[in-house]
């Protein structure tokens, strides 16, 4: 068994079983944070803040769900509903993921693995349930489906990852440890707005035409979050009861307004 349950969809480990699309977000309750592509940081920086983490060499966005890895994220409720207005592409498509391999195609795309969680609980042996594959042993085409929202996700991220490497080359990162007095997760990058203003003409320029200033927007717009999620965040461990959760108006309606509002889909994926 892979580490965490992930473990490469195949015919001879899947062929004969069968999954379940989730209905709640139980799963993210406890995520402190999750990954972000260009494509949805507008919505991202509309909801969550965004901070930059180093990973593997590089540097990658991140929306930050929660200050802290012991605090449960105040965007799923107790019921596993999702709370917040845009429900952040990473998370769209559990229990599946994609590991990207490092290779393209001859047409440019890249390849990745397609992965399941087998510990998520949706997995089953019944056929009223999405079967993994199709009598022929192609993937079955709810699985298709799936597998195309991850291709669309791995190429975004791909293009967002080369724009923060980007940004480091320019020098733009700088370790964020608070922001208006919140101590920010460990770890986290921001933007240096010092460096941002030396800039020479050419780079400004380099950084509009490659939508890497979206990304730093983004980044600056989203940091007024903090304070109230640090604000909920201690309100909720103040509190011992359901009840005064959603009886508190400062928690409760702000995210009810928040989780009534349309969300965009900017993968054009709405149907995973």
Request: proline share 6%.
């Amino acid at each position: 068994m892979a580490q965490n349950g992930l473990v490469p969809v195949t015919v001879a480990r899947h062929g004969q079983q069968y999954w379940k699309r989730f209905n709640s977000y139980e799963f993210a309750a406890n995520r402190a944070d999750c990954a972000i592509v260009l494509q949805e940081a507008p919505q991202i920086a509309a909801a969550f803040p965004i901070v930059f983490r180093e990973f593997g060499g590089g540097v990658e966005p991140r929306a930050v769900l929660s200050l802290t890895d012991d605090m449960p994220t105040p965007f799923v409720s107790q019921e596993g509903r999702w709370l917040a207005s845009y429900v952040p592409s990473e998370l769209r498509c559990h229990p599946f993921q994609a590991q990207p391999l490092g290779q393209n195609t001859p047409d440019g795309s890249a390849l990745f693995q397609l992965n399941v969680d087998e510990t998520s609980g949706l997995l089953s042996t019944n056929p009223k349930d999405e079967p993994f594959f199709d009598p022929a042993g192609n993937l079955s085409p709810a699985l298709r489906d799936v597998q195309r929202f991850l291709q669309t996700r791995v190429a975004a991220r791909e293009t967002t990852l080369e724009l923060c490497q980007t940004l480091r080359v320019m020098g733009l990162f700088e370790p964020a440890e608070s922001h208006d007095g919140v101590a920010l997760p460990f770890g986290s990058l921001g933007i240096s707005a010092p460096r941002l203003k030396k800039l020479s003409a050419a780079e400004k320029l380099k950084l509009l035409d490659s939508d890497a200033l979206l990304l730093v927007h983004a980044h600056q717009i989203s940091l007024c979050h903090f304070a109230w999620l640090a604000r909920v965040q201690q309100q909720l461990a103040e509190q011992n009861s359901q009840q005064k959760y959603t009886e508190n108006s400062d928690i409760s309606g702000f995210l009810s307004a928040m989780a009534n509002a349309q969300n965009d889909d900017v993968l054009g994926t709405s149907g995973v």
